[in-house]
């Protein structure tokens, strides 16, 4: 469909210096796309005039005039489709967005979307007071990008293609009203933060705080995961081992095998000794001749019994102990014990030890009560007491009194929630000399890594600023990678996590 449409305004403004024009030099006709209508394709016909510049100094001698909201320079399409096109670049990128322009009636190629995308002008930011810091990765595990945002407006700021301490120095040196810094304490952003800002106060993110804690809460739980047996019930009787068969059979009565071996051998005997062939039997009992042979040279049934059940040495004998209770304490790992017992002096195969613990496994065991694991009894430790039910309580006070070292983890744990939670970060350094008095090493890791960086680990837990909008911003970044499948480069990306 095409409109015919025509400028009516007396004049225009040079592009070049300003001055009013009322001039006409001539005029030509346009033919810019619009969006479509009911479907249909739109073309304006559109007549534009060329004036003559007035001013003397201006290096125009001509200008065409464009007119404000639907035309530019040289563009084929009107203002409007050009905000629709990128508005679904934004969303879509170029291949799904020109398929979805395409039902839109706006028939484009991917290519043509991106430029138009890559057109678009910068946001203009204004100067942040505090600043979010945080790391995303364009290749995970090999390549890492920086991304900051405006902790008080919650609006990206800039992408970085790296997370290098300079790079991040150099974007904080060209802002210097930023007052706050919101970051993990990963050494390249707090160098970079340091060198960049030196201004700024440098806040520690609560959430990977409490991670921190977390991680070696758990660590510290399967330390002593021999202690949490105390929630485990007394293990029932075994039963009694009936009694050995009187003859000395290894087999005994009632037994399938053991009782059909005997019957044909007693019919074997029979026949023999009613004076029948060897052949005879065979054909008689629908034996083969060396099974007649055999039941017949044996005098007893139990001589059939040889290499049953024969409790024959095995050089696994003296390590069994051992396998036993590395069994009985969770590690049923073939191969790692295998590993343990071989500079112990054992000097048989790894199949050997396979096939024992094959046998542990598929053998019958008396039901009982598995201990909590040690991921349980770290979340018992590291939830709020009012959230734990009756029994996680009773529990936790068993394996309290039990173990002192897991009773001063759940002290030091609760310790920390309360100056994390009430925001009392003053209390941070008798909470590490409290922790270090005690023998946790899990914990002592993780007070020294506070110590590296204590006055942002202070900070953190005193003001209200943190890092939350960051890790928002990380997830949206992780979903425009997705869209792009990673054909799209670094620009693109940027633009797009800018602009959407």
């Given at each position: 469909?095409?409109?015919?449409?025509?400028?009516?305004?007396?004049?225009?403004?040079?592009?070049?210096?300003?001055?009013?024009?009322?001039?006409?030099?001539?005029?030509?006709?346009?033919?810019?796309?619009?969006?479509?209508?009911?479907?249909?394709?739109?073309?304006?016909?559109?007549?534009?005039?060329?004036?003559?510049?007035?001013?003397?100094?201006?290096?125009?001698?001509?200008?065409?005039?464009?007119?404000?909201?639907?035309?530019?320079?040289?563009?084929?399409?009107?203002?409007?489709?050009?905000?629709?096109?990128?508005?679904?670049?934004?969303?879509?990128?170029?291949?799904?967005?020109?398929?979805?322009?395409?039902?839109?009636?706006?028939?484009?190629?991917?290519?043509?979307?991106?430029?138009?995308?890559?057109?678009?002008?910068?946001?203009?930011?204004?100067?942040?007071?505090?600043?979010?810091?945080?790391?995303?990765?364009?290749?995970?595990?090999?390549?890492?990008?920086?991304?900051?945002?405006?902790?008080?407006?919650?609006?990206?700021?800039?992408?970085?293609?790296?997370?290098?301490?300079?790079?991040?120095?150099?974007?904080?040196?060209?802002?210097?009203?930023?007052?706050?810094?919101?970051?993990?304490?990963?050494?390249?952003?707090?160098?970079?933060?340091?060198?960049?800002?030196?201004?700024?106060?440098?806040?520690?993110?609560?959430?990977?705080?409490?991670?921190?804690?977390?991680?070696?809460?758990?660590?510290?739980?399967?330390?002593?995961?021999?202690?949490?047996?105390?929630?485990?019930?007394?293990?029932?009787?075994?039963?009694?081992?009936?009694?050995?068969?009187?003859?000395?059979?290894?087999?005994?009565?009632?037994?399938?095998?053991?009782?059909?071996?005997?019957?044909?051998?007693?019919?074997?005997?029979?026949?023999?000794?009613?004076?029948?062939?060897?052949?005879?039997?065979?054909?008689?009992?629908?034996?083969?001749?060396?099974?007649?042979?055999?039941?017949?040279?044996?005098?007893?049934?139990?001589?059939?019994?040889?290499?049953?059940?024969?409790?024959?040495?095995?050089?696994?004998?003296?390590?069994?102990?051992?396998?036993?209770?590395?069994?009985?304490?969770?590690?049923?790992?073939?191969?790692?014990?295998?590993?343990?017992?071989?500079?112990?002096?054992?000097?048989?195969?790894?199949?050997?030890v396979h096939a024992y613990l094959h046998d542990k496994r598929t053998s019958p065991r008396p039901v009982t009560a598995r201990p909590p694991s040690p991921r349980a009894v770290a979340g018992w430790i590291l939830r709020h007491p009012d959230t734990l039910t009756e029994s996680e309580q009773l529990q936790l006070k068993a394996v309290r009194t039990h173990c002192p070292e897991l009773d001063a983890l759940t002290r030091h744990v609760r310790s920390f929630a309360s100056m994390l939670t009430g925001r009392h970060g003053e209390g941070l350094p008798d909470w590490l000399d409290a922790v270090r008095q005690d023998d946790l090493p899990s914990l002592h890791s993780l007070a020294a890594g506070i110590d590296r960086d204590c006055d942002a680990v202070i900070a953190g837990l005193t003001l209200p600023w943190n890092s939350g909008v960051v890790e928002g911003h990380v997830n949206r970044i992780k979903m425009l990678k997705r869209q792009m499948f990673g054909?799209?480069?670094?620009?693109?990306?940027?633009?797009?996590?800018?602009?959407?």
């Open positions: 469909m095409r409109v015919d449409a025509q400028c009516t305004t007396v004049g225009a403004a040079c592009p070049g210096c300003g001055a009013w024009s009322t001039r006409i030099h001539s005029s030509y006709q346009r033919f810019p796309a619009d969006v479509p209508s009911a479907g249909r394709s739109v073309v304006l016909q559109l007549r534009v005039r060329r004036f003559r510049c007035r001013n003397a100094a201006c290096q125009r001698r001509t200008f065409v005039e464009q007119i404000a909201g639907l035309t530019r320079r040289y563009g084929q399409r009107t203002e409007r489709l050009r905000s629709a096109l990128a508005e679904v670049g934004l969303a879509l990128a170029g291949r799904a967005g020109a398929r979805l322009a395409a039902v839109l009636g706006l028939s484009v190629s991917r290519s043509t979307v991106l430029r138009v995308v890559d057109a678009l002008p910068e946001p203009e930011v204004p100067a942040p007071r505090v600043v979010g810091v945080d790391e995303y990765a364009t290749r995970q595990g090999r390549r890492y990008g920086t991304v900051l945002v405006d902790v008080e407006t919650r609006r990206p700021i800039d992408l970085l293609p790296d997370r290098e301490a300079s790079s991040l120095a150099a974007w904080l040196a060209q802002r210097p009203g930023v007052e706050v810094v919101c970051r993990d304490r990963a050494p390249f952003f707090a160098e970079g933060a340091a060198a960049g800002a030196p201004q700024a106060v440098h806040v520690a993110d609560r959430w990977h705080l409490w991670h921190n804690l977390s991680e070696a809460a758990e660590r510290s739980v399967s330390q002593h995961r021999r202690c949490l047996r105390v929630l485990t019930p007394a293990a029932p009787e075994p039963e009694a081992v009936p009694a050995a068969d009187p003859s000395g059979s290894p087999w005994p009565r009632g037994h399938r095998f053991a009782d059909r071996t005997r019957a044909r051998h007693a019919a074997v005997h029979a026949l023999l000794k009613a004076g029948h062939s060897q052949r005879s039997v065979q054909r008689q009992l629908g034996m083969t001749w060396r099974t007649v042979k055999q039941f017949a040279d044996a005098a007893t049934p139990e001589e059939l019994f040889t290499g049953q059940w024969q409790n024959r040495p095995s050089v696994l004998d003296e390590f069994k102990p051992y396998l036993d209770n590395r069994w009985n304490e969770g590690c049923t790992n073939a191969w790692k014990l295998w590993e343990e017992i071989v500079p112990l002096g054992y000097k048989g195969s790894y199949q050997r054909r799209a480069g670094f620009q693109l990306l940027r633009r797009r996590f800018l602009l959407s």
